[in-house]
């Protein structure tokens, strides 16, 4: 069964943390995404890669970085988390040239406080 | 501004009869659309999608219609269950960005009563 595995389903962290989401998937897929769903607002994409070491920023990307060393794990980064990014996180990944979309993971729900 | 949007935030529906969620698009420059389907906790799944060369796909007891001079797209479920009840989630996209980049609506919470 394919999969794309989020490492954490709850995490609690302070204000001012360095925050590190991990996602990985074993599908051998080029692209990979960061969306956080926030109630109202759907799902909003963070960043992007759609190759080793590659990256895009989405339509949120502010406070976040991520990175991918390699094509399985994509990782993202809250330099230094705000009570705002408290949300649910989602990894996806789609493989070039497919019109059947993402393959999600189950999500993060991260609690900064 | 939102390119997919779903005006519908929740919706509530009977046992047995049709659930519509819609979709509607202001970017003309998309071809593929797809509708996902989110249980809490739980990421969203793929349903059912529709290319810009068709007005109508189905699959078992899902439907979605494309009506692209309205720009509108539907999602109808018969008969509906309480197992649908669920998140339900419009994406679109464009043939040629890179990554196959899917462009989400707000979503529509369907409430199927038994």
């Known amino acids: 069964d394919v999969k794309v595995t989020q490492s954490s389903r709850y995490l609690v962290k302070r204000t001012g943390e360095k925050v590190f989401l991990e996602c990985v998937q074993d599908m051998d897929h080029e692209n990979m995404f960061w969306y956080r769903q926030d109630p109202g607002l759907g799902l909003r994409l963070i960043y992007f890669s759609y190759d080793v070491k590659m990256k895009e920023k989405g339509d949120i990307p502010e406070g976040y970085s991520v990175s991918r060393e390699k094509k399985e794990r994509f990782s993202l980064i809250l330099e230094s988390a705000s009570t705002n990014q408290t949300s649910m996180y989602l990894c996806?990944?789609?493989?070039?040239?497919?019109?059947?979309?993402?393959?999600f993971g189950s999500g993060t729900r991260l609690t900064v406080v | 501004d939102q390119q997919v949007k779903q005006n519908s935030p929740s919706l509530s529906v009977q046992e047995g009869r049709i659930s519509i969620l819609n979709c509607d698009y202001t970017n003309s420059m998309f071809d593929y659309f797809l509708w996902y389907k989110k249980y809490p906790a739980e990421g969203p799944t793929f349903l059912i999608s529709i290319s810009s060369i068709k007005d109508k796909n189905e699959d078992g007891r899902f439907t979605v219609f494309l009506n692209k001079s309205a720009k509108h797209l539907s999602l109808h479920i018969v008969p509906s269950q309480p197992g649908d009840s669920a998140v339900y989630f419009c994406?679109?996209?464009?043939?040629?960005?890179?990554?196959?980049?899917?462009?989400f609506g707000g979503g529509t919470r369907l409430m199927v009563k038994p």
């Open positions: 994406a679109a996209s464009r043939s040629n960005n890179a990554g196959n980049m899917l462009t």
């Open positions: 996806a990944s789609s493989s070039v040239g497919t019109y059947y979309g993402y393959t």
